[in-house]
């Protein structure tokens, strides 16, 4: 077949996710509020969202007034029959999200789809737009951020975002208390791990280790206590590999003839391996590799599976077995202390394993689909390969659903 020729793609993503918690007890009826009746509206009348860029709508490394729109706490009020207010962010976003097909190797705003996060467009608020809205999440957000970070003082990796999302000298914590909430949503953890998509796991270097990152949890926790009586936490994945934007090296093997017409050989150091590779890197790479290669009259690329040893400090996007296993007991331990502190506060909880680990988001891989399709992490998960398309918003909107309803009876309508 006739190589596919492609841009270099360097697409970014950030983590965010899951782990199944046992459900709360289902209140009688007799203990439901008369505030509360009526599918929640009297608590959604003012509801806030704390989080990272799961929360904010962030969607194929990008954000617009249309992902937050449909973000999965905008599309829970709408559950609850309330309207969320969003910093709605104008076109073409703060950054564009990507283009598909991935191989166009472009964003919606024509900027390449490798150019970093600072030196991209960054779109005004949609006007009419009043901060903070109820959504106050905001993307690359640590537990620290959300608790310290303001526009004058942001995170300075994605310093536009915070003057669109929040009021000179406010915190997603200040914000959230600021508009005397009667329910907060509070989804943080998972920007702690990010730097182990880069192939690196090293606590205190790459990841925040459990025991920094807990207290800072704890204390935005109790200041969503001092504010309000009802709240919703998230959970983070309990397996880095449920992300389909994650594959072992036997996958690409088994998948290796979805390569040839990419130019692209993979390796035999593949084969049965554990390995786990960030493929929205690692196979953008080698396709724009093997098509320089076939433009020169050159065999395939090689792709290899080999990983560099975290120690080394290389960002090879790739673990091996036993970086996997210490991601996933990090993870394990954070869950922990989630779940503890919903059950000990009398909150809801769930888990973000409502959408990462349905069998439908990890479909056999394919490297053509990934790179020349729409859709090529399925319906619903974003071209990034982390974020949740609007569709997956739903599917956690309906999750968080079911825990309030357990958990303080709202009767919130369910599709």
């Known amino acids: 077949m006739r190589p596919i020729h492609l841009s270099l793609i360097a697409a970014t993503a950030v983590a965010g996710a899951c782990t199944d918690a046992p459900s709360a007890p289902h209140l009688p009826a007799t203990a439901v509020k008369p505030d509360l009746v009526s599918e929640g509206r009297g608590v959604f009348q003012r509801y806030v969202a704390i989080?990272?860029?799961?929360s904010m709508g962030?969607?194929?490394?990008?954000?617009?007034?249309?992902?937050?729109?449909t973000s999965w706490p905008a599309q829970?009020?709408?559950?609850?029959?309330?309207?969320?207010?969003?910093?709605s962010i104008d076109a073409p976003g703060c950054g564009a999200p990507l283009?598909?097909?991935?191989?166009?190797?472009?964003?919606?705003?024509?900027?390449?789809?490798?150019?970093?996060?600072?030196?991209?467009?960054?779109?005004?608020?949609?006007?009419?737009?009043?901060?903070?809205?109820?959504?106050?999440?905001?993307?690359?957000?640590?537990?620290?951020?959300?608790?310290?970070?303001?526009?004058?003082?942001?995170?300075?990796?994605y310093a536009p975002l915070y003057a669109r999302v929040l009021p000179p000298g406010m915190s997603q914590v200040t914000a959230m208390m600021a508009q005397?909430?009667?329910?907060v949503s509070v989804e943080l953890g998972a920007n702690e791990l990010l730097g182990a998509r880069n192939g690196v796991y090293?606590?205190?270097?790459?990841?925040?280790?459990?025991?920094?990152?807990?207290?800072?949890?704890?204390?935005?926790?109790?200041?969503?206590?001092?504010?309000?009586?009802?709240?919703?936490?998230?959970?983070?994945?309990?397996?880095?590999?449920?992300?389909p934007s994650f594959r072992t090296g036997a996958e690409l093997w088994n998948a290796r003839a979805t390569f040839a017409p990419l130019n692209v050989s993979v390796s035999s150091d593949c084969q049965e391996s554990e390995n786990v590779l960030f493929v929205a890197v690692r196979v953008p790479v080698a396709a724009a590799?093997?098509?320089?290669?076939?433009?020169q009259g050159l065999g395939p690329a090689?792709?290899?599976?080999?990983?560099?040893?975290?120690?080394?400090?290389?960002?090879?996007?790739?673990?091996?077995?036993?970086?996997?296993?210490?991601l996933n007991a990090q993870l394990a331990s954070m869950n922990a202390v989630i779940r503890r502190e919903a059950e000990r506060r009398g909150w809801a909880h769930f888990a973000l394993s409502a959408l990462y680990e349905r069998a439908v988001v990890k479909p056999p891989f394919d490297a053509v689909a990934l790179l020349t399709t729409a859709e090529p992490y399925g319906p619903l998960v974003s071209l990034d390969g982390f974020h949740p398309s609007a569709a997956g918003s739903a599917v956690l909107a309906e999750a968080a659903a079911h825990a309030l309803n357990d958990r303080y009876g709202f009767g919130i309508p369910l599709p």
């Open 99 to 157: 283009a598909a097909p991935l191989a166009g190797g472009l964003r919606v705003s024509g900027e390449p789809a490798a150019a970093p996060f600072l030196s991209r467009i960054c779109a005004p608020n949609v006007p009419g737009v009043t901060l903070p809205a109820g959504n106050v999440a905001i993307n690359a957000a640590r537990t620290i951020h959300a608790l310290t970070a303001t526009p004058e003082n942001p995170d300075p990796a």
């Open 58 to 69: 962030w969607r194929s490394d990008g954000v617009t007034a249309q992902s937050q729109s």
């Open 180 to 183: 005397n909430p009667k329910i």
């Open 202 to 243: 090293l606590p205190g270097v790459s990841v925040v280790p459990v025991s920094i990152w807990e207290p800072q949890y704890l204390a935005v926790l109790d200041s969503v206590e001092k504010t309000t009586k009802h709240a919703l936490l998230v959970e983070l994945i309990d397996d880095a590999r449920s992300f």
């Open 302 to 326: 090689t792709l290899s599976c080999a990983n560099a040893p975290s120690s080394t400090g290389i960002q090879d996007y790739v673990l091996d077995p036993t970086d996997v296993a210490a």
């Open 76 to 87: 829970l009020a709408r559950l609850a029959g309330r309207e969320l207010s969003v910093p």
């Open 289 to 295: 590799a093997g098509a320089q290669r076939a433009q």
């Open 51 to 54: 989080g990272t860029s799961v």
